[in-house]
């Protein structure tokens, strides 16, 4: 069994930017002695002194002690030049995102460095293989992916290109899990597992943005309170930086031909042109600074509480699971009915019977509403979201046929309001806006398993360790069905008539056999 670096193994840095910073930090605090280098003149002087601040508050609120962090600091030298490094077993290159440059760094260290030290790159995106080309041992070449804040998160991609030493990509396995990280194995392709599979919890969102299906505040909303995510898609690019999440979305668009899976958007690209970068900048999808407020969400008013609700077929069997909706509207004491399942909507529709209106409430397939109501033959029917989970979620999506009544709109919202649920109506969209999201990450996650990307422990755990998703897309899938998955890309597929919403093989598989996507 490949062991990690021993505690006395120095771990070079070089690049001393935030991430550079929390890379050393995290390598002096787990034992190593560790040499923080950077170009620019007293800027890794500025990153150890950083460092001693953030550690300090740490101390402050008694979770680490003094002499721990005082020991810790005292093994960071920042060095110089570059061959101050020569005697580092390790060197973990976090400089700028640039292939030209990180190949010229590496082709330099190549000629300090002893020949049993490991050469890592931090790259978000760019290819270990790419980044190995020209160097005499290429098979030292690995990639050592953090994510930001290094301190706090738990995850690292452990990158192997053509080139690397399966024995190199384990000792950085073991060396990262030493120092209290997550590690998972991945590939060299464009993304890696999370930088590929997070692609469309953006581009989805930017998708409806632009269709105008609904504002960013409602989406967020909708994708946390419903969906289970930490934060929405336009806070969280505001957070990250608009001209940051822009070029990797440029940059794996590029490396994978042009595939409309990951096209840019132009509104993203607007807002890069006009310096809105978000946090940063003070100004993105949303503005920042003293006295601003975030938007509120779309929420519907009050609505008329249902006379009753028909529960047509086995709730449970739904394509969205929506059992526990069901419980809610009866613990809130709706009576509920239940009667066959109609052949028009499949188990799991809804009849809300209202004092002024009727109507059925029926879970999203991708489909819009106006589509499955013309099928159906009816005019009143008002589609509702997936929930990450029916039983907690405090919003839901809804969107209304077109030519549906404000009565059977108003008495669908006062059903969903009567089992405590807030309402977001968007504009009658396929997917709406949790089930289109899970369905093309999950998409996007098998196609990661089918290429050799990962395997399906790594991708669900990447996601959540990476990008703190509720839960991997693969298991999510398997949760609602992979069969509902494959159902809803059809749908969204016809709808627009593109590549983007094109079924992996391994989804078509296995909704055709029932077998998970796990196992």
Known sequence: MTTALPRNATVAVIGAGAMGAGIAQTAALAGHPVQLHDTRFGAADAAKAGIADALARVVAKGKLPAAEVDAALNRIATVVTLPDACTASLVVEAIVEDLAAKRELFARLEHIVTPACILASNTSSLSITALGTGLSHPARMVGMHFFNPVPLMPLVEVVSGLATDPEVAARIFATAAAWGKTPVHAASTPGFIVNRCARPFYGEALRLLHEGAAAPATIDAVLREAGGFRMGPFELMDLIGHDVNYAVTQSVWEAFYHDPRYMPSARQRELVAAGFLGRKSGRGFYAYGPGTALPPPQTEAPGPRPVRVIVHGDAGGAPARVAPLVAR??????????????????????????????AWLVPTDGRTATARAALAGVRDLIVFDLALDYATATRLAVACADGSSDAAAAAATGALQAAGLAVSRIDDCPGLVVLRTVAMLANEAADAL???????????LAMVKGVSYPRGPLAWADAIGVATVRDALAHLGAHYGDGRYRISPLIARRALTGRPLHG
Do not use: C, H, I, T
């Not at 809130?332 to 809300?352: H, I, M, T």
């Open 329 to 358: 509207l009866d613990a809130a004491g709706v009576a509920v009915e239940r009667a066959p399942a109609d052949a028009r909507f499949g188990s799991g529709a809804l009849q809300v019977v209202g004092p002024a209106g009727d």
């Open 450 to 460: 089918v290429q050799g990307v990962a395997d399906a422990a790594a991708v669900d």
